[in-house]
């Protein structure tokens, strides 16, 4: 069969296009080189998702390679030797599942950073060729179709909004969150209620949430999370028009001699299998869409394919940030509400999202610590005689050793 549109990977850049050309009527067929977990499926095992990352492959097998400046010289090692692992969610609906759903919009500015900022040395800043009024209309239909809880709360910068609310009232929150904002009230910054693609009521086939304190990291078992699947991929099966494929891991995309792309090859159960369509978007994330490009590559198109620009796997930046972590006096609390395991702190401050007319800023985001057993938890020491390292002596080894995977879920 050939498909009018074909979509490889199926977290959050896949599902709105599967969602809406669905819904339009064309057969869209999404490539999925995981399974297909349904809610039922997910649990808080914390070992098993944090620890033994039981969604992602293991780094024997697949591995990405990190060149790192080491003496004015560049480094290439791989993820296997370096135990750092970039996977994050291979499955129906990709990261998304895993996502906390802090959802806010970006600023005007953000759209014209270059202009606004100037450009910076041996970086690539560009403005965005899109303005954020362009995109605004499409804001405020995500929120409604994933379905974001929040109260808007005006600050420093605030964006334009089309819709005066969000669809959903604010998710449960912590005694701290008041606390929060007492302090920011009496030092005359805003206290912003963070935005979250998690349902705070129930909406069609979506339970609303029930403060499992498993969400970041780990897979909704209610629905109520905005993850792609659940949001966008599950409700446009319905419309008969949507095949996901499973279990195909694309590895090459196939050109004619038009140069158009026709199919996509794909490892399917230690087999070759080509899927035909007319259109192909590829949404494998940031990583893993530059390595199938540039796999791409043909005689046609000898630097990987959509790379006219030569930009295809450069530029790329992560979430850059720092933790900063205090305590809070318990006599400020009541002990019974603290100690209500899953609610949310939702709060976020972002006066200074710009620093001044030259430097962009960012946002400061509040979150109760971890409440999970085994991310609090160190790896087992040893002394020097290869003993198991005991008390202090153990916490002053271990200190900092933390998982890199293990982070705060709220
Ligand atoms: C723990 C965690 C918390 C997060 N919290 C937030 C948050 O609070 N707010 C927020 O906005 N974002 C958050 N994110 C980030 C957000 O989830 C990602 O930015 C987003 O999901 C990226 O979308 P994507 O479509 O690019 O990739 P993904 O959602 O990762 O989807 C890519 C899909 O492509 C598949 N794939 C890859 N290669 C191939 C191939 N060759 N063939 C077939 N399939 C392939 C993968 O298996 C995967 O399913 C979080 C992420 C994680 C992991
Ligand atoms: S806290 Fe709510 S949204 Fe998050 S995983 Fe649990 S039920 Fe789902």
């Not at 070759?272 to 259109?279: M, N, P, W, Y």
Request: hydrophobic share 35%; charged share 25%; glycine share 10%.
């Amino acid at each position: 069969m050939k498909y009018d549109v074909c979509i490889v990977g199926s977290g959050a850049g896949a599902g709105p296009v599967a969602y809406e050309l669905s819904r339009a009527g064309k057969k869209v067929v999404v490539l999925e080189k995981g399974a297909f977990y349904h809610e039922k499926d997910f649990s808080k095992d914390e070992i098993a998702f944090c620890r033994r990352s039981i969604v992602t492959p293991h780094l024997s097998e697949e591995y990405h390679m990190i060149e790192d400046l080491e003496e004015g010289k560049w480094v290439a090692r791989s993820t296997r030797e370096l135990g750092r692992d970039f996977w994050n969610g291979n499955i129906v609906g990709g990261s998304s599942n895993f996502m906390s759903g802090f959802f806010h919009r970006l600023h005007p500015k953000d759209f014209r950073l270059k202009s606004t900022f100037g450009p910076i040395d041996g970086a690539n800043v560009a403005d965005w060729p899109i303005r954020y009024e362009d995109l605004e209309p499409y804001y405020a239909k995500v929120e409604r179709i994933v379905g974001v809880s929040g109260k808007v709360v005006p600050w420093k910068y605030q964006e334009p909004r089309s819709t005066p609310e969000f669809p959903y009232p604010p998710t449960a929150e912590q005694p701290v969150s008041a606390l929060i904002d007492k302090a920011c009230a009496a030092l005359g910054i805003a206290s912003v209620k963070t935005p979250r693609a998690i349902m705070s009521v129930p909406q069609g086939e979506r339970s609303a949430c029930y403060y499992s304190n498993y969400c970041g990291s780990y897979g909704c078992s209610s629905g109520a999370k905005g993850s792609s699947r659940a949001a966008l991929l599950q409700p446009s099966l319905k419309s008969g028009n949507l095949t996901i494929k499973t279990g195909h891991h694309v590895t090459h995309l196939l050109t004619d001699a038009k140069g158009h792309v026709r199919a996509a090859k794909c490892q399917y159960e230690g087999k070759e299998v080509e899927i035909e369509a007319t259109l192909f978007v590829v949404a494998a994330q940031a990583m893993e869409t530059s390595r199938l490009l540039f796999n791409s590559r043909s005689r046609r198109f000898p630097d990987g394919l959509a790379n006219n620009s030569g930009q295809v796997g450069k530029n790329m930046l992560f979430s850059g940030g720092g933790v900063v972590s205090g305590d809070l006096d318990e006599k400020n609390l009541p002990k019974k509400a603290l100690f209500t395991e899953g609610l949310f702190v939702n709060r976020t401050i972002k006066d200074w999202y710009f620093l001044d007319e030259k430097t962009k800023g960012g946002y400061q985001r509040s979150a109760l610590g971890a409440c999970q057993p085994d991310s609090q938890s160190q790896p087992q020491q040893m002394d020097p005689e290869r003993h198991a390292a005991m008390g202090d002596q153990a916490a002053g080894e271990a200190a900092g050793a933390l998982h890199p995977k293990a982070q705060p879920s709220v």
